[in-house]
């Protein structure tokens, strides 16, 4: 099946410092989705990806979808103490959405 | 807004106890899904549906069914609820674009079972 890895697990950054999640796939994937789900609460999507090579932003949220669609990236600038949570990629598999295991991001004050 | 709703947030159950969760949504959706959370392994998809009376398997079906008989409503059973099922539960719903896995899935807030 689709081998697709999501690192870190675990990224603890004092506040101010830059944050990266990365998602890759051993094949190519028709889109990426993120997602972010904050202590306590539920996934909520944050943004789609679907052709080769894009960028969006979101504020201080940065993702990117590979060239060859086999990877992906969220970055976050001057994390804030509202960026915590574990942050998740899925993408598209046989009529369902597979998720990553998640990044977990502690922010220290 | 999409509002996924399910019926409880805490739920205590004792071994071999039939458990039923619920998931309602207000928009129309026609695709629901079953997730479970676990630390360490992520949200593992159980089981979906693309429309009424409809379900798939997802990647742990094991121990779990599901009914789908109107379209706002999906519900999970544990036929016979063992230890290994306590977790924390998530109902997502999406609405039907072109391919269902292309579509933004809304959560709900999670029911955590805890089976004793």
């Known amino acids: 099946g689709q081998q697709v890895m999501q690192i870190p697990q675990y990224q603890h950054v004092q506040e101010g410092e830059d944050f990266t999640t990365y998602c890759n796939s051993s094949t190519t994937l028709s889109n990426i989705q993120w997602y972010k789900q904050r202590p306590g609460g539920h996934p909520v999507f944050l943004i789609q990806l679907v052709k080769s090579g894009e960028v969006k932003k979101q504020k201080r949220l940065t993702f990117q979808f590979g060239e060859a669609k086999k990877n992906s990236s969220l970055h976050i600038t001057a994390t804030q103490t509202t960026d915590v949570g574990t942050y998740f990629c899925a993408w598209a598999g046989s009529y369902q959405l597979t998720f990553g295991k998640g990044t977990k991001l502690s922010v220290i004050p | 807004d999409v509002k996924v709703t399910q019926s409880s947030r805490y739920l205590v159950k004792r071994t071999g106890e039939k458990v039923f969760l619920e998931c309602v949504q207000d928009?129309?959706?026609?695709?629901m899904f079953w997730y479970r959370q676990d630390p360490g392994l992520g949200l593992r998809l159980i089981y979906f549906s693309y429309d009424v009376k409809m379900k798939e398997k997802g990647d742990i079906p094991e121990g779990y069914s599901v009914s789908r008989e109107k379209k706002e409503r999906f519900s999970l059973i544990l036929e016979s609820a063992s230890t290994n099922q306590t977790s924390m539960y998530l109902c997502a719903s999406s609405d039907k674009g072109q391919r269902i896995d292309t579509d933004t899935q809304y959560f709900g807030p999670g029911t955590r079972l805890t089976v004793l």
């Open positions: 928009m129309d959706h026609e695709n």
